[in-house]
């Protein structure tokens, strides 16, 4: 009994060429597989990199902007030199404050007298998302097009704390298209 199973059993699993009278037993292939894998590798690899837009920022090259500006540190005559017209010392000052869970920018004039906030909350992010780097750069773009409304082209930058939105408040503040002649931490 046990031996007709496996009889019936292996008939199933090999067929028998009467010709050759030889077993030959079915071969899967899995090349197809293996081309498939391939393809996806090669799909993958010519995928573009992924957007620096949430992942952080770039970092700069300190040393090439160096080179390209002799005036780049403050000197003595600093506090008088002409930026636009306007001495230094009375050029309107943005003070960014990040944490890791908001950024909060303010509009001072250049005694230090506050003039506009606005943080992440006020724009409309909320929770955590009030911390990412997108919501830091959305709140710089629209404090910046008032103040350029305003008519003031030329602004200082100060950088306080530590977070994901210190470059990207200070980018949107570019973007919104203000000349920055100063950062300073």
């Keep these: 009994m046990l031996r007709r199973h496996l009889i019936s059993f292996a008939n199933t699993l090999f067929s028998v060429d009467k010709n050759v009278s030889n077993i030959v037993r079915a071969i899967h292939s899995s090349s197809q597989n293996c081309r498939e894998v391939t ?3 090669q799909m993958l690899r010519s995928l573009p990199t992924a957007d ?45 404050r990040v944490s890791p869970n908001n950024t909060i920018i303010s509009f001072t004039d250049a005694k230090g007298v506050p003039k506009m906030i606005r943080s992440c909350g006020i724009e409309g992010f909320k929770n955590t998302r009030k911390g990412t780097n997108i919501a830091a750069q959305a709140t710089a773009i629209t404090i910046g097009t008032k103040i350029l409304e305003r008519g003031i082209k030329t602004v200082r930058v100060r950088v306080r704390g530590l977070g994901p939105g210190r470059m990207s408040a200070i980018k949107g503040l570019q973007m919104a298209g203000l000349e920055i002649i100063s950062i300073t931490d």
Excluded: Q, Y
Excluded at 79 to 92: A, Q, R
């Design 39 to 41: 393809d996806r590798k």
């Design 52 to 96: 620096e837009g949430t992942a952080g920022e770039k970092v700069l090259d300190v040393d090439s902007i160096l080179h390209t500006r002799a005036d780049t540190f403050p000197t003595l005559e600093t506090p008088n030199k002409l930026f636009n017209g306007v001495p230094f010392m009375n050029i309107p000052i943005f003070n960014i």
